[in-house]
């Protein structure tokens, strides 16, 4: 089975030749404004106007549902619904859900072996998700992984 490639540097500038998927976890409330997207809007503007229209449009916008956006010939930014709300929960269940996440890999996957890409991503679900690698790290292997897809994650110098 494949390993995860880790790299230093940016998730928005991947440096892998061929087609490439930037993956990250949107939340279910249409709020885009913090955390890695900042660094995908600061160069594309497309995957958040796709993101907020998706929002607008309420057509399967929920956990568990990815949105495909082509930004430039090679490279796409995939929008996955993997986070209920933006805050920890009264009972301290962080916004990050697992098994939403999951369902998006495993739709990514898909997708990746359709336009034979990679996938780029930082360490997606742990910052303001409030998720534990360990626990991202193995859907990555249950999904992508299993799969054949290569993936790349990042953390930022």
């Known amino acids: 089975m494949k390993k995860i ?3 230093k540097g940016d998730a928005t500038n991947p440096q892998i030749k061929g087609n490439k998927i930037i ?11 913090k955390g890695f997207v900042l660094a995908i809007s600061k160069r ?13 449009n309420g057509e399967n916008f929920k956990l568990g549902e990815i949105q495909m956006v082509q930004i430039e010939e090679n490279i796409w930014v995939c929008n996955m619904i993997g986070q209920h709300k933006t805050i920890t929960n009264s009972k301290g269940i962080p916004p990050i859900r697992y098994e ?3 369902k998006c890999l495993e739709k990514l996957s898909y997708d990746t072996l359709k336009l034979n890409a990679s996938i780029h991503m930082p360490r997606i679900g742990c910052g303001l998700a409030g998720g534990q690698w360990e626990e991202i790290e193995a859907v990555i292997e249950k999904t992508l992984l299993k799969n054949n897809v290569e993936v790349y994650v990042y953390d930022f110098e």
């Not at 993956?23 to 404004?33: E, Q």
């Open 5 to 7: 490639n880790y790299l």
């Open 23 to 33: 993956t990250h976890i949107c939340n279910d409330i249409g709020g885009w404004g």
């Open 44 to 56: 594309w503007k497309k995957p958040e106007n796709e993101y907020r229209k998706w929002f607008q």
């Open 100 to 102: 939403a996440v999951e």
